[in-house]
C-alpha cells in the first residue's frame, strides 16, 4: 500500500476490509479452555472414584490441581499477551469476565463448608455455564454457547442427584461445554493462523 | 454543497491504519506493516502525520530488549473518521446527472 489518493467508492472498499480483517482476527487460540475442561474432569473423576472405593483423600485432587491450574493459566496468560501484536476489545473482555468468573468459583468452593457440597456444585455449573455463554457469543462461538446451555442442564440435574453423583454431572457439564468446544476453537484458531 | 473530505484521512494508507484501529483496543507498528503491506519508512511518516493531527497516539516502549511502538486510535480520530465516513455516504448517494 502506497500513499496515494483514492475516489470516495475505494475509500468505502478500502474500509471496509480493513475493518473486517481486525474484526475476523479470532481472540482465543482455545488451550485454557481445552486444559480446564480436562483439569476439572480429572479432578472430579478422581474424587468420584476415591469415594466410591471408599477413600477418603479424593478431595486433594482439587486441592492440588485447581492452584496448578491457577498457576498454568497465569504463565500462559502472560506469555501469550506478550506475543500479542494487536489488542481487541474483545480480549479485554474476556479477560475481565474470566478473572470474575475465576474470583466467583475461589469464593464458591471456599465457603462449600457454609453451604454444603451440593449447593457449592451446582452453583459451580452455572458458573461454568455463565462464563462459556458470555464467551461464545463475545467470540461469535456457537459451539461454546451450545455447551454452555449443556452445563445449565447439568445443574439442573444434579439438583435431583447426591453430591457423589453430581461430580459425575460436573464431569459431563465440562466435556460438553469445555472439552469439545474447546477442541472446535483450537482447530478455527489454527485454520486461521496458519 | 459537499463538504470537503478530511484530507488526512483521505489517502489510502492513512485511511487504512485508522480503519484498523478503529476496530481493535491497540495495535503493533508490525501489525500496521503486515496488514496495510506497508513499507516500513512510508508507514513511519503516515503515522506521524496521523499523530500530529491528534487522531491517534503512539506510544513507544521495550518489549524484551526490542523497541515496540503501540498505536491507538483517540477520540478526535474517532470523530474525524466518523465525520469522514458520513461524508462519503453523501457523495456515494448522489446520482451523477446525465
Known amino acids: 500500500m502506497e500513499e496515494k489518493e483514492i475516489n470516495p467508492a475505494e475509500s468505502l472498499q478500502l474500509i471496509n476490509s480493513m475493518i473486517s480483517t481486525a474484526k475476523n482476527r479470532l481472540a482465543d487460540d482455545g488451550v485454557l479452555i481445552v486444559f480446564w475442561g480436562w483439569l476439572v474432569i480429572v479432578a472430579a473423576m478422581f474424587n468420584y472414584i476415591c469415594i466410591r472405593m471408599n477413600v477418603e483423600w479424593g478431595g486433594a485432587a482439587w486441592l492440588i490441581l485447581m492452584p496448578l491450574g491457577g498457576i498454568f493459566s497465569m504463565v500462559y496468560g502472560y506469555r501469550q499477551n506478550k506475543k500479542e501484536k494487536v489488542k481487541t476489545y474483545i480480549d479485554k473482555y474476556l479477560k475481565y469476565l474470566w478473572i470474575g468468573f475465576g474470583v466467583s468459583l475461589a469464593i464458591t468452593l471456599g465457603f462449600m463448608p457454609f453451604h454444603g457440597v451440593k449447593s457449592s456444585y451446582f452453583f459451580l455449573m452455572l458458573l461454568y455455564g455463565l462464563a462459556t455463554m458470555v464467551s461464545g457469543g463475545l467470540l461469535n462461538f456457537r459451539p461454546l454457547i451450545i455447551g454452555s446451555l449443556f452445563a445449565f442442564a447439568c445443574a439442573v440435574i444434579s439438583v435431583f442427584l447426591s453430591d457423589t453423583d453430581q461430580l459425575l454431572c460436573i464431569s459431563a457439564a465440562l466435556l460438553c461445554s469445555y472439552v469439545i468446544p474447546g477442541h472446535l476453537l483450537r482447530s478455527r484458531y489454527k485454520s486461521q493462523h496458519v | ?98
Open chain 2, 1 to 98: 454543497m459537499f463538504k470537503d473530505l478530511d484530507v488526512i484521512l483521505h489517502s489510502q494508507l492513512r485511511l487504512a491504519v485508522v480503519s484498523l484501529l478503529i476496530s481493535v483496543k491497540e495495535a503493533e507498528f508490525t501489525y500496521l506493516k503486515e496488514q496495510t503491506k506497508a513499507t516500513a519508512g512510508n508507514l513511519s511518516v503516515q503515522l506521524q502525520k496521523l499523530k500530529e493531527a491528534g487522531y491517534i497516539d503512539i506510544e513507544k516502549k521495550f518489549k524484551d530488549n526490542y523497541p515496540q511502538t503501540m498505536c491507538r486510535i483517540t477520540p478526535k480520530g474517532i470523530r474525524a473518521f466518523e465525520e469522514y465516513v458520513e461524508n462519503l455516504k453523501a457523495y456515494l448517494t448522489v446520482k451523477p446527472k446525465n
